[in-house]
């Protein structure tokens, strides 16, 4: 009698540590060095490999506080004040999700840590490092080259959050003042990119890719972003004056209004 009550005692505690620890969610990998401001990428536990989820944002949310969400957020500490943040571009697949976030603004250089959350259920305090300044890296290109007027995607580390700009208005003040849609590609490209830098000139905080080639430099706005197993992706649309050949490819962080940091340069092949 007294071996059986022993036995179901025993099993009892090992059902309630495994039902404590069942929520917690493992992370697989994650920038142990980034700034604040800087988004990063994160690769952790499928907490439901049976509901696929694919989603891309640009930007990503700081919350005041612990919220009810369809997929994980994380929680930040560092000197004992804790924030809270969301994902912003999300993909699973079967057993793991890659996602981005961005680094709190609020975060000191130091160590800080990093804690998953799902549901209610905290994973294991994972530490990094605030890094005092912004370094980013460009792998390579989706395509593996690139194309007058066609898109550029990039694949890279440690972009910064990027507005969208909209070139709606643009064209119609473009096409009312200089017919826009009576023109070439090419000079539709230059009128509209001349036009909105502009625009861009008033954005405090984004990405843009420098192309050099031949003792010509341009500055691409983003188009659109992503995800990929191999990390963030910025587009982009390639000036139409490119020559075939070998191109040179930099991303610049903004922030401020001012660029912030500067990526190695890839080479690239214009086909």
Same mark, same amino acid.
């Given at each position: 009698?007294?071996?059986?009550? &022993?036995?179901?005692?025993?099993?009892?505690?090992?059902?309630?540590?495994?039902?404590?620890?069942?929520?917690?969610?493992?992370?697989?990998?994650?920038?142990?060095?980034?700034?604040?401001?800087?988004? /990063?990428?994160?690769?952790?536990?499928?907490?439901? @490999?049976?509901?696929?989820?694919?989603?891309?944002?640009?930007?990503?949310?700081?919350?005041?506080?612990?919220?009810?969400?369809? &997929?994980?957020?994380?929680?930040?500490?560092?000197?004992?004040?804790?924030?809270?943040?969301?994902?912003?571009?999300?993909? $699973?697949?079967?057993?793991?999700?890659?996602?981005?976030?961005?680094?709190?603004?609020?975060?000191?250089?130091?160590?800080?840590?990093?804690? #998953?959350?799902?549901?209610?259920?905290?994973? &294991?305090?994972?530490?990094?490092?605030?890094?005092?300044? *912004?370094?980013?890296?460009?792998?390579?290109?989706?395509?593996?080259?690139?194309? @007058? #007027?066609?898109?550029?995607?990039?694949?890279?580390?440690?972009?910064?959050? /990027?507005?969208?700009?909209?070139?709606?208005?643009?064209?119609?003040? #473009?096409?009312?003042?200089?017919?826009?849609?009576? *023109?070439?590609?090419?000079?539709?490209?230059?009128?509209?990119?001349?036009? *909105?830098?502009?625009?861009?000139?008033?954005?405090?905080?984004?990405?843009?890719?420098?192309?050099?080639?031949?003792?010509?430099?341009?500055?691409?706005?983003?188009?659109?972003?992503?995800?990929?197993?191999?990390?963030?992706?910025?587009?982009?649309?390639?000036?139409?004056?490119?020559?075939?050949? @070998?191109? $040179?490819?930099?991303?610049?962080?903004?922030?401020?209004?001012?660029?912030?940091?500067?990526?190695?340069?890839?080479?690239?092949?214009?086909?």
């Amino acid at each position: 009698m007294q071996k059986t009550f &022993v036995v179901t005692v025993v099993t009892t505690f090992l059902l309630v540590a495994a039902t404590a620890h069942a929520g917690r969610l493992k992370v697989y990998s994650f920038p142990k060095q980034i700034a604040a401001g800087q988004l /990063a990428t994160i690769v952790f536990e499928n907490p439901e @490999p049976e509901h696929p989820i694919s989603r891309n944002k640009c930007t990503a949310e700081k919350l005041i506080a612990w919220v009810k969400s369809d &997929v994980p957020i994380l929680r930040i500490e560092q000197k004992g004040k804790q924030v809270f943040t969301s994902f912003g571009s999300y993909l $699973s697949e079967n057993d793991s999700v890659i996602a981005t976030y961005m680094v709190p603004v609020s975060l000191e250089p130091g160590e800080a840590t990093l804690y #998953l959350l799902n549901d209610h259920d905290a994973s &294991v305090p994972y530490k990094f490092t605030v890094a005092p300044t *912004m370094q980013c890296k460009l792998k390579r290109v989706a395509a593996g080259y690139i194309s @007058p #007027l066609g898109k550029i995607t990039v694949i890279g580390e440690g972009f910064m959050p /990027a507005e969208i700009l909209d070139p709606t208005n643009a064209i119609k003040e #473009l096409q009312m003042n200089v017919g826009y849609d009576k *023109m070439s590609l090419p000079e539709q490209w230059t009128t509209l990119h001349r036009r *909105m830098a502009n625009d861009w000139a008033r954005v405090a905080m984004g990405d843009f890719l420098q192309v050099e080639q031949g003792g010509k430099k341009w500055e691409l706005f983003v188009e659109g972003c992503g995800l990929l197993k191999e990390g963030m992706t910025l587009d982009f649309i390639a000036p139409p004056d490119l020559k075939p050949g @070998p191109a $040179s490819l930099s991303m610049v962080l903004r922030r401020d209004k001012i660029a912030a940091a500067t990526s190695e340069p890839i080479t690239v092949t214009v086909q």
